[in-house]
């Protein structure tokens, strides 16, 4: 049996607290909203594609519970400064490990600290509070806006 | 005398282990268990009586019919309805709504008309009254509620106007606990010519209702939260009013002539009782009111008061824990927020610990909405609960502190 501390290590503890890039991007080009009715968790993401298809900047705000706020912390830690064609493989691969079956080992070589959300595979439930942040950031990666919004 | 032994040996779901520690089943108000002797009846009537009611001539018809009608007749009693013509059973309180939303809603609501509503109403006491505003150009009006939970009298009286052509309100808030004071709204919403629904859903478990006393004009509750099984509840309505009104759907049973031009309608209940019923969810519904009925609401509500109170000065004396819901007049629901720890966090971690809460908005996300909370835990009581489930769960509590701390 899984122990609650393979929900709720430290990583995870340490992201809920204090969530990297979070608040609103000055610059961003691509946004979008994502929202959970069965639990009410909100999440804003942000991102800055620059003209090389780099993610140059990325953020998120939002409310909802630990791992749906450690979840978009770790994501946005992860994308920065990659390319954004890599985003796919990145995204079936987070999802890949949060649906596996629970004997198979995440590879964490390819999915680097973003393993440490494995443990949601015990707790059906919550499978969607991990996943709703890279659900939010595939919807603004693919309807991208023209111009870079300022604010 | 009040057995709490002999009481949870009678549901037998509750002698189980969850990840190893003992079941507390907190979670009442979204869903209570049911007694052995609910499980009994609904598998008695397949195993032994099984057969469609009102129509065939054969044994098992006869006797199905019997035990359909005869449940009937337990809850009209139980509310006490005028007679059991004024009981119809629907999928469940929802249900109920949504059949008075649209037949009497449908026939009596035109636009300029006001229906009025508390901010405390469940999505089922709301929807079907914002589908009704937008087919008649009606207008919905929300009474509004204090920090503690309580509808606001004054402002409630305010908004009753003769404009008002319904007042919906529920009787006790699944998600705040609040019991409100159905008999003065009734009463008030009458004065000027307004009818009324009252949802049931949550306090007919936990309250006794006289239809009759109240002079109510629609009551609505459903059988699982009242230790039935689900897919079925009632409306209990007065017979005037049902038999002014259009049926909801059309059907089998429901019908005393059908040709191509035109049919008749059967009388009261079956107008509104198309196709063939949930007969097993009836006679379980049937039982669970008469196992109610062998405990008392006498020896239920001062039991499940002691619960309340018990859980409530816990709950005071617990650091970083706000209640949302503290209304004067509440039962069996402690709704809370903790600080630092996400309510759905909160329900995984005591989860484990063996105890069932619910976490979310509780199908009331206005609730949620005022308080300013995305979500609310909530542990909810039932005669069957006991002292050391509620200690349980707030051991529970401590340990998600830690993990977060």
Redesign the interface.
């Known amino acids: ?1 899984f122990d ?2 393979d ?2 290590q430290q990583v995870i ?1 340490d992201h ?2 204090s969530p990297r890039n979070f608040g609103k991007l000055e610059f961003f080009n691509h946004e979008a909203d994502g929202y959970n009715p ?5 999440l804003h993401v942000y991102l800055n594609v620059n003209d090389e298809g780099l993610i140059e900047d990325v953020s998120f705000e939002g ?5 749906s706020v450690a979840s978009a912390s770790l994501m946005t830690d992860t994308l920065k400064g990659r390319p954004v064609s890599e985003f796919q493989q990145k995204f079936e691969g987070f999802q890949h490990m949060v649906t596996a079956d629970l004997d198979e080992t995440p590879d964490e070589e390819a999915l680097g600290k973003l393993a440490v959300l494995s443990g949601v595979r015990e ?1 059906p ?2 499978i969607k ?1 991990a996943s709703l942040c890279w659900h939010t950031m595939k919807s603004a990666i693919e309807n991208s806006k023209e111009a870079a919004k300022t604010e | 005398m009040f057995d709490i032994e002999q009481i949870r040996s009678d549901f037998p779901i509750l002698a189980q282990q969850i ?2 520690k003992p079941l507390a089943y907190l979670d009442n108000a979204a869903t209570t268990q049911k007694p052995q002797c609910v499980i009994d009846a609904i598998s008695h009537y397949y195993e032994c009586d099984n057969a469609n009611v009102h129509r065939g001539v054969h044994a098992l018809s006869e006797r199905a019919t019997a035990e359909y009608e005869g449940a009937r007749k337990i809850i009209a009693g139980f509310f006490n309805a005028r007679s059991e013509r004024e009981v119809i059973f629907t999928r469940g309180a929802t249900e109920a709504i949504n059949l008075v939303a649209s037949s009497w809603g449908g026939a009596n609501i035109k636009a300029g008309d006001e229906i009025l509503i508390t901010h405390m109403e469940h999505h089922s006491n709301i929807v079907p009254w914002q589908l009704l505003c937008e087919r008649t150009g009606a207008t919905l009006k929300v009474a509004p509620i204090n920090e503690a939970g309580e509808l606001i009298i004054e402002a409630f009286d305010d908004l009753l106007t003769e404009r008002t052509k319904l007042v919906g309100v529920v009787h006790m808030s699944n998600a705040l606990g609040t019991i409100n004071p159905i008999a003065s709204i009734i009463a008030k919403a009458h004065a000027v010519g307004a009818k009324v629904l009252i949802d049931g859903a949550q306090a007919a478990a936990h309250l006794a209702v006289d239809v009759q006393a109240l002079d109510v004009d629609f009551y609505v509750t459903s059988a699982h939260k009242m230790y039935g099984p689900t897919g079925i509840g009632v409306l209990i309505g007065k017979q005037s009013i049902l038999e002014s009104m259009p049926p909801y759907q059309g059907g089998g049973d429901m019908i005393r002539i059908v040709t191509f031009e035109k049919s008749e309608y059967s009388e009261l209940p079956y107008k509104f009782e198309a196709g063939t019923p949930h007969i097993s969810g009836a006679i379980g519904f049937g039982k669970a009111i008469e196992y109610i009925q062998s405990i008392g609401f006498d020896a239920i509500g001062k039991r499940e008061k002691e619960l309340l109170a018990y859980a409530t000065t816990k709950a005071e004396g617990f650091d970083g824990l706000r209640q949302i819901g503290t209304a004067a007049e509440k039962a069996c629901v402690l709704s809370f927020v903790l600080k630092s ?5 909160l329900g ?2 005591v989860d ?1 610990e063996g105890v069932a809460i619910r ?3 509780h199908c009331a ?1 206005p609730v ?1 909405q005022f308080f300013k909370v ?2 609310t835990a909530r542990a909810s009581f039932s005669v069957y609960n006991t002292e050391a489930e509620i200690d349980a769960l707030f051991i529970a509590l401590k ?1 998600a502190q830690d ?2 701390a």
């Not at chain 1, 069965?38 to 909100?42: I, M, Q, T, V």
């Not at chain 2, 720890?341 to 966090?345: A, E, F, I, R, T």
């Open positions: 049996m609650l501390r929900l709720y503890v809920n607290k069965l639990c009410g968790d909100r409310e909802g519970c630990a791992i707790f439930s919550r509070c | 990840y190893g720890v996400h309510p759905h966090d995984t971690i484990r976490a979310g908005h996300m949620m995305p979500a340990k993990i977060f």
